[in-house]
């Protein structure tokens, strides 16, 4: 059974399902989140639920709005009080003050629940902190903890460090989820978010702790690096044990697709031992490896993928990344990329990804640069 963190009056597995990349019935690549496969999906949280996962996290726009249906359709089976379900206010969709309650309200008839146990304002930066204090978001929220309809508050966050500084110093917070993992440790200056929260006493909620997959399948140099070090573990699990090593984590959500990595991340995270010093240096030194590979840093989130011109951007990011990483080379991605709908070339430098990427990519300059020039 997964390990169980103290939280308040009660309990939360460290290890959470996140729900932004469930099975699907048509893996295109060519396709963004296409339909969720329930039988798959299903199969998966049940097995979570059986090993004492406990955690559960949806959002607005995860599947393309599909997800939250899913999720309480899923769990419907058990009982209501064994369990936690997160939501996240989208704030990016907030356009005036009673958009809140519509699409809080939606969530709840999505979901098919009467409450949240986690809520988030989703994906806070300073654009979108801005406008949760211009319509009152924390005041709505607590509004409705008080009506009942929300547990705990919090916040996801993509950001800068005097953003999150801010946002921290606003509210007492209950709980903060942001992205971590041993690459973005510097990279993305995961260390100094971390240490903010730990200061203020704000349990942190882990995202991205395997980066959208690809602290699963590194290069062969990486592998070999972790494999050297214990051959019986898979790559995954030293991501999962990086972050599971740091005492202020509440859990850690992982976006599992299949019961291989579900199974794989619940040993991990089974009567778990932190990581020693020797076991931290390896991860740091898998990191300046990878960092040498010149990869686009893209999840796959799909945040992006609202292009006006249809362009397939986190596909095209992730056939590019297969060359830098080893996996493919040139003519394998060139074929792979020909059978994309909506390639580089149709970019328009519009600029409406680049506003919702939480890892500020820029996406137009890559498109209409690097990517098309490799490619076209």
């Known amino acids: 059974m997964v390990d169980r ?11 959470g399902l996140g729900t932004m990349r469930l099975p699907v019935k048509t893996p295109l690549k060519r396709e963004a989140n296409p339909m969720i496969d329930y039988k798959k999906g299903q199969e998966l949280v049940d097995l979570a639920y059986q090993n004492g996962v406990n955690y559960f996290d949806t959002a607005y726009i995860y599947h393309a709005s599909k997800s939250e249906a899913f999720i ?3 769990l419907k089976k058990y009982p209501r009080d064994t369990y936690f379900l997160a939501d996240k206010m989208p704030m990016w969709l907030v356009l005036r003050e009673n958009d809140l309650e519509r699409i809080f309200n ?8 009467d409450y949240f146990d986690f809520y988030l304002l989703h994906s806070l930066d300073k654009g979108s ?26 916040f996801s966050f993509h950001g800068t460090l005097d953003v999150l500084e801010e946002i921290v110093a606003a509210h007492n917070w209950d709980f903060a989820q942001i992205q971590m993992n041993y690459l973005d440790w510097k990279n993305y200056k995961s260390k100094e978010q971390y240490e903010i929260l730990e200061k203020a006493g704000i349990p942190t909620i882990i995202m991205e702790p395997v980066r959208g997959g690809k602290l699963a399948d590194v290069p062969q140099n990486v592998e070999e690096l972790f494999k050297t070090a214990k051959p019986d573990k898979s790559v995954a699990s030293w991501a999962m044990g990086y972050c599971a090593s740091f005492d202020n984590v509440l859990t850690i959500l992982s976006g599992m697709n299949a019961n291989e990595q579900m199974l794989d991340n619940i040993e991990t995270l089974s009567d778990f031992t932190p990581f020693n010093e020797q076991e931290m240096k390896i991860c740091y030194n898998a990191a300046a490896m990878l960092n040498k590979n010149d990869i686009i840093p893209c999840t796959g989130c799909d945040y992006c993928a609202d292009c006006p011109k249809g362009v397939k951007i986190s596909t095209i990011f992730a056939t590019y990344n297969k060359v830098k990483n080893g996996e493919a080379t040139a003519d394998e991605a060139a074929a792979e990329y020909a059978t994309i709908d909506g390639k580089a070339g149709e970019c328009i430098n519009c600029g409406k990804c680049k506003t919702h ?20």
């Open 5 to 15: 963190v103290k939280f308040k009056d009660t309990e939360v597995s460290r290890l």
């Open 72 to 74: 309480g359709s899923a």
């Open 106 to 113: 939606k969530q709840l008839k999505r979901c098919d629940v």
């Open 129 to 154: 902190w801005e406008k949760a204090k211009k319509y009152g978001a924390i005041d709505f929220v607590e509004k409705k903890r008080k009506e009942g309809k929300v547990k705990y508050f919090g």
């Open 357 to 376: 990427c939480p890892q500020r990519i820029n996406i137009p300059e890559l498109m209409n640069g690097t990517v098309r020039d490799f490619f076209e």
